[in-house]
């Protein structure tokens, strides 16, 4: 709950065996049903959200880490990260990484130029990964290892990219995500559910 007395938790939906048997999915849509409860997760993002780059996947992570660009927050560039065949590229521009997801193997994508857009903070891009749901951390661990092994260009110059945090809306408590991706950088979720 937040200080204007919104309960978030109250505000998701959950669905039982979806998109397969096995599966509990948590809708965060509801979480855009209205002006006052998507304001208030917008602001509670900015508050938690300290690098001025971040990494946006697909698709639900593009809803809520857009409007970060509209705060007096510290966002100034985001990084979408998309699935195969979802972003236009230049030669030599495009980095793939392997997931698992609960339903199987994936691969995301994102791009050097999207990220050398970018401000540098000294002389590094500093980035924080923003998704919808940290469940196990697999998907979130994957993208954070990439960018940290990154050098990106800016202006002809090699930067290092640097991982800062990972934010998530909702965080499963019992599935140990946290755990794993702490082993990198500091987590915030804004609502903890147990499985």
């Given at each position: 709950?937040?200080?204007?007395?919104?309960?978030?938790?109250?505000?998701?939906?959950?669905?039982k065996?979806?998109?397969?048997?096995?599966i509990?999915?948590?809708?965060?849509?509801p979480?855009?049903?209205?002006?006052?409860?998507?304001?208030?997760?917008?602001?509670?993002l900015?508050?938690?959200?300290?690098?001025?780059?971040?990494?946006?996947?697909?698709?639900?992570?593009f809803?809520?880490?857009?409007?970060?660009?509209?705060?007096d927050g510290?966002?100034?560039?985001?990084?979408?990260?998309?699935?195969?065949?979802?972003?236009?590229?230049?030669?030599?521009?495009?980095?793939?990484?392997?997931?698992?997801?609960?339903?199987?193997?994936?691969?995301?994508?994102?791009?050097?130029?999207?990220i050398?857009?970018?401000?540098?903070?000294?002389?590094?891009?500093?980035?924080?990964?923003?998704?919808?749901?940290?469940?196990?951390?697999?998907?979130?661990?994957?993208?954070?290892?990439?960018?940290?092994?990154?050098?990106?260009?800016k202006?002809?110059?090699p930067?290092?990219?640097?991982?800062?945090?990972?934010?998530f809306?909702?965080?499963?408590?019992?599935?140990?995500?946290?755990?794993r991706?702490?082993?990198?950088?500091?987590?915030?979720?804004?609502?903890?559910?147990?499985?």
């Amino acid at each position: 709950m937040s200080n204007s007395g919104i309960n978030l938790v109250e505000k998701l939906k959950f669905y039982k065996d979806f998109p397969k048997e096995g599966i509990n999915f948590i809708d965060i849509m509801p979480l855009m049903s209205s002006k006052e409860v998507f304001s208030q997760v917008i602001k509670e993002l900015d508050n938690v959200v300290k690098s001025s780059g971040i990494a946006l996947p697909e698709a639900r992570g593009f809803l809520f880490g857009a409007p970060l660009l509209l705060t007096d927050g510290c966002v100034t560039n985001i990084i979408p990260v998309r699935k195969s065949g979802k972003l236009p590229f230049a030669e030599g521009d495009l980095t793939g990484v392997e997931i698992m997801k609960e339903y199987g193997p994936d691969k995301i994508f994102y791009r050097d130029s999207d990220i050398a857009a970018g401000d540098l903070t000294g002389d590094v891009f500093e980035i924080a990964i923003l998704d919808d749901i940290l469940a196990t951390g697999g998907t979130a661990e994957a993208l954070a290892l990439s960018l940290n092994g990154k050098t990106v260009l800016k202006d002809g110059i090699p930067h290092k990219v640097v991982v800062k945090q990972f934010v998530f809306l909702v965080e499963i408590d019992d599935l140990n995500g946290r755990a794993r991706l702490e082993k990198i950088a500091p987590v915030n979720s804004l609502i903890h559910l147990n499985d």
